[in-house]
């Protein structure tokens, strides 16, 4: 007996399709259904969509409509395939660019665009099994500027004091926007498949931002000028820009450049004079250890599988080094700054403690890297060689 469908006043305008798409899908080709209905427009906008569907369309003597199944909507999907599994554990090796935007696990109808500009398409490229967690934890650790600082603790510090707060908070503003636009290209051109590497990059630029707000406004918390940009510092973070190399330039930026920076807002929070220069570089340090970690966490899973890794990595660090060889490296307002914070005041003796932490904070940055090389696969003689060229910009 053909099955009736009664869509009462329901018309096509009004959804009408939903009721008659649900019974034609469970008849197999060729079966017939019977649909009525009191809306006065249902036989024109019935056929019309039958004829689109390819499905047969008649009128029936004793009233209403005859539906004959057709096979064109089973057709559309039989070139169809599942975008892989949702759960990270079904990761795709090389995702077809085909997949382009769809949902990891989604059934993609064939003949979609290829996204070629997706071109961090390798899972042993982009992934780091580290990747879901790390997104997880940075997701709940965001803060906010405007309730996460008490900005009305800025007490007023000694003019020369207070210079140097302010040198220091416009080179480490430089360094942000580096870091800030260096994760966010690269996140453009990875593959969604990947979504959390994509999802971590997104909040690891979400905090370079805030990193970026933080320090701008703690330097002009009392009314000053912002303090000097030097040529060296800026060719040095300009070679990072130019890394194309995912893995390359996720470990200079993350592994060499914000693990050294690690060691240095561990010193400014160490010898802040007043609590807003401490509570942003504090803020600042906990960000910047995530990032070091999937930095870490994603050439580890490469260096597993890959054994020419740590040469090409050798190789990025020797190019940058014969690129900046000319360049000044840090800026020297700046290191003189982090003397006079550390030193906290204007005598012989008190400079020189302050040029003795400095050196110090040197040599916990050149520990900080030599530990990470190590991690990555390096012996202790080549880790300490390579931790050596790393640019004196510190990123
Ligand atoms: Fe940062
Ligand atoms: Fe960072």
Same mark, same amino acid.
């Given at each position: 007996?053909?099955?009736?469908?009664?869509?009462?006043?329901?018309?096509?305008? /009004?959804? %009408?399709?939903?009721?008659?798409?649900?019974?034609?899908?469970?008849?197999?080709?060729?079966?017939?259904?019977?649909?009525?209905?009191?809306?006065?427009?249902?036989?024109?906008?019935?056929?019309?969509?039958?004829? @689109?569907?390819?499905?047969?369309?008649?009128?029936?003597?004793?009233?209403?409509?005859?539906? !004959?199944?057709?096979?064109?909507?089973?057709?559309?999907?039989?070139? &169809?395939?599942?975008? #892989?599994?949702?759960?990270?554990?079904?990761?795709?090796?090389?995702?077809?660019?085909?997949?382009?935007?769809?949902?990891?696990?989604?059934?993609?109808? %064939?003949?979609?665009?290829?996204?070629?500009?997706?071109?961090?398409? =390798?899972?042993?490229?982009?992934?780091?099994?580290?990747?879901?967690?790390?997104?997880?934890?940075?997701?709940?650790?965001?803060?906010?500027?405007?309730?996460?600082?008490?900005?009305?603790?800025?007490?007023?510090?000694?003019?020369? +004091?207070?210079? &140097?707060?302010?040198?220091?908070?416009?080179?480490? $503003?430089?360094?942000?926007?580096?870091?800030?636009? +260096?994760?966010?290209?690269?996140?453009?051109?990875?593959?969604?498949?990947?979504?959390? $590497?994509?999802?971590?990059?997104?909040?690891?630029?979400?905090?370079?931002?805030?990193?970026?707000?933080?320090?701008?406004?703690?330097?002009?918390?009392? #009314?000053?000028?912002?303090?000097?940009?030097? *040529?060296?510092?800026?060719?040095?973070?300009? !070679?990072?820009?130019?890394?194309?190399?995912?893995?390359?330039?996720?470990?200079?930026?993350? $592994?060499?450049?914000?693990? /050294?920076?690690?060691?240095?807002? *561990?010193?400014?929070?160490?010898?802040?004079? =007043?609590?807003?220069?401490?509570?942003? !570089?504090?803020? %600042?340090?906990?960000?910047?250890?995530?990032?070091?970690?999937?930095?870490? &966490?994603?050439?580890?899973?490469?260096?597993?599988?890959?054994?020419?890794?740590?040469?090409?990595?050798?190789?990025? +660090?020797?190019?940058?080094?014969?690129?900046?060889?000319?360049?000044?490296?840090?800026?020297?307002?700046?290191?003189?700054?982090?003397?006079?914070?550390?030193?906290?005041?204007?005598?012989?003796?008190? +400079?020189?403690?302050?040029?003795?932490?400095? %050196?110090?904070?040197?040599? @916990?940055? =050149?520990?900080?890297?030599?530990?990470?090389?190590?991690?990555?696969?390096?012996?202790? =003689?080549?880790? &300490?060689?390579? /931790?050596?060229?790393?640019?004196?910009?510190?990123?």
């Amino acid at each position: 007996m053909t099955p009736r469908l009664d869509l009462e006043a329901l018309a096509f305008t /009004s959804g %009408a399709h939903l009721l008659v798409d649900r019974a034609l899908r469970g008849l197999p080709p060729g079966a017939r259904l019977r649909v009525v209905g009191a809306d006065p427009a249902l036989g024109v906008h019935l056929r019309a969509w039958c004829r @689109a569907r390819g499905h047969g369309f008649a009128e029936h003597p004793d009233g209403g409509y005859t539906l !004959t199944r057709g096979r064109a909507d089973l057709q559309r999907w039989a070139g &169809a395939e599942r975008a #892989g599994r949702p759960d990270p554990d079904g990761l795709v090796r090389r995702p077809p660019a085909h997949w382009g935007l769809a949902a990891r696990g989604a059934l993609v109808e %064939a003949g979609g665009p290829a996204v070629a500009s997706f071109d961090l398409d =390798d899972r042993d490229v982009v992934w780091a099994d580290l990747a879901p967690r790390l997104y997880a934890h940075a997701a709940a650790a965001q803060w906010d500027p405007a309730t996460a600082v008490d900005w009305s603790a800025g007490t007023k510090l000694p003019a020369e +004091i207070e210079a &140097a707060v302010v040198q220091v908070m416009t080179y480490l $503003v430089e360094n942000e926007q580096a870091a800030l636009v +260096i994760p966010a290209r690269l996140l453009a051109r990875v593959h969604p498949h990947f979504r959390e $590497v994509q999802q971590l990059l997104a909040v690891q630029a979400a905090d370079e931002a805030r990193h970026v707000e933080v320090f701008t406004r703690r330097a002009l918390l009392h #009314g000053g000028e912002m303090g000097t940009s030097s *040529a060296g510092g800026r060719a040095s973070l300009t !070679t990072l820009l130019a890394e194309p190399d995912f893995s390359l330039a996720s470990f200079l930026l993350s $592994v060499l450049g914000e693990g /050294s920076f690690l060691a240095l807002l *561990a010193f400014l929070d160490q010898h802040a004079p =007043d609590p807003v220069t401490r509570q942003v !570089t504090r803020l %600042a340090r906990v960000d910047e250890a995530r990032h070091v970690a999937f930095g870490v &966490a994603h050439l580890e899973h490469q260096a597993a599988l890959d054994p020419t890794l740590r040469g090409k990595l050798r190789a990025a +660090i020797e190019r940058r080094h014969d690129a900046l060889v000319d360049t000044a490296g840090l800026n020297a307002d700046v290191f003189d700054a982090l003397v006079v914070l550390a030193a906290g005041e204007w005598t012989p003796a008190a +400079i020189a403690r302050g040029h003795r932490a400095v %050196a110090e904070l040197h040599r @916990a940055m =050149d520990d900080g890297r030599r530990q990470r090389l190590a991690r990555l696969g390096f012996p202790p =003689d080549e880790a &300490a060689e390579l /931790s050596a060229l790393h640019t004196r910009n510190f990123m």
